[in-house]
């Protein structure tokens, strides 16, 4: 298992993101400066793949194009928090 980490603008973007991928094991993190990640975790390329799709039709969605979606997603091992 890998854990891709997702960072957010706002809670409420965070919130958004954590709505959007509820048939996913995704969870809500506030770092220790207060920004806020939501930490899905996958199985492999298939989560990844659906995890994004579902987070690019929030994205589109909202209409507020990329700005709102934080490009550097991380990939690390499950347990990295």
Excluded: N
């Excluded at 980490?5 to 965070?14: K, P, Q």
């Excluded at 994004?52 to 990329?66: F, K, M, P, Y």
């Amino acid at each position: 298992m890998q854990t891709l980490t997702i960072g957010a603008d706002s809670l409420e973007t965070a919130l958004g993101y954590l709505d959007c991928l509820g048939g996913f094991r995704a969870r809500l993190v506030e770092t220790e400066d207060g920004r806020h990640q939501v930490k899905i975790t996958i199985g492999g390329d298939t989560d990844v793949y659906a995890a994004l799709a579902a987070i690019d039709r929030r994205v589109a969605e909202r209409s507020v194009g990329d700005r709102d979606l934080d490009r550097a997603l991380l990939r690390e091992p499950a347990g990295g928090d």
